[in-house]
């Protein structure tokens, strides 16, 4: 008496095929690195500590109405001007 197993081939199931692979990976939009062209017109980048610094300036400029303070601190968040610039204070008259 033979006893014969299913096979698991199916005539009526179709192939699976194997999955394609590339050897090289595909650039996505987050990988690219933007080039000097891509960031013509937009405004620099400004560090945080001197946005903060900037921030104070244009505050303290603002409450104790002081506006060359101000206007360097907005210079500043703007990135027109450095925190390292020396901000000459008027001449006291007394």
């Not at 199931?13 to 690219?32: G, I």
């Not at 000097?36 to 560090?47: E, L, T, Y």
């Not at 001007?81 to 008027?90: I, L």
């Amino acid at each position: 008496m033979s006893t014969q197993l299913p096979s698991t081939y199916d005539p009526a199931m179709p192939m699976m095929e194997e999955p394609t692979r590339t050897t090289t990976a595909q650039p996505s939009a987050a990988s690219e690195m933007p080039t000097h062209s891509d960031m013509d017109g937009h405004p620099p980048i400004v560090p945080f500590k001197e946005r903060v610094i900037g921030v104070a300036k244009k505050t303290r400029g603002t409450l104790l109405a002081k506006p060359e303070l101000k206007e360097h601190g907005e210079k500043i968040l703007q990135g027109e001007a450095s925190v390292y610039d020396v901000h000459e204070p008027p001449a006291r008259t007394e």
